[in-house]
């Protein structure tokens, strides 16, 4: 898929900036005080993952990391790999990020093209890693944007089905009632943000998947 940008991908795009430095000095504190273990699944991207309190206990025996950061934006996962994720050295990489893009007015072909550019940068680094991208939610604050995010995950799902070591991860099941509508008692008042229910939910589709990755590694 070629990318359609006209920045440099590790670079915000026309009209936008890099923010949150502050956020990933604390997160490097992490990597630097804290026992990584080898071959972690390290989860990034926004604040889905960032508020996901329980990770390590709904993941078990999976090791993992949470590197995610509230309001991140696709350009900026990317822009602070090396800084954030490369010194974790994980075997799995968890990603979740775009809803955040669209809110600023991004296409998806755009998100699709940065995660596509993180995937290159992760496995020239570690090349033996397995990277997840977990669909961007329906969430009912979205609503209007609902195209959008279908696309989104459309092509970054096609990324993935015809990438080595990149997989996509599709949890709006989860989260949606038989009508295809967001179930409401998953979301918090914002309509964005999830409820320790709706992290139960997403579990039950991820941790499967990872763990049968994992231990293929480790075999």
Known sequence: MPHNQTTHPHSAPPGQDIRYEHEIRLLESLNRSEQVPDNAAVFTGSSIFRFWSSLAHDMAPLPVVNRAFG???????????ER?????????????????????????????????SF??????????????????HMAPQKRARWDAIQ??????????????????????????????????????????HLRPAAYQALSTIIKPVLLETWQALAA
Request: hydrophobic share 40%; aromatic share 10%; with cysteine.
């Open 71 to 81: 309001g991140a934006r696709t350009w900026e996962v990317l822009h602070f790999f």
């Open 84 to 116: 954030l994720i490369l010194p974790c050295r994980p075997g799995i990489i968890v990603y979740y990020c775009g809803s955040n893009d669209i809110e600023c007015g991004e296409q998806p072909e755009s998100i699709a093209a940065r995660f596509q």
């Open 119 to 136: 995937g290159e940068q992760a496995l020239q680094a570690l090349p033996d890693c397995r990277i997840f991208f977990i669909s961007i």
């Open 151 to 192: 696309a989104a995950n459309r092509l970054v799902a096609n990324l993935c089905e015809n990438t080595a070591s990149l997989n996509y991860i599709d949890v709006n099941p989860a989260l949606l009632d038989a009508h295809a509508q967001p179930r409401s008692s998953l979301y918090q008042e914002d309509g964005l």
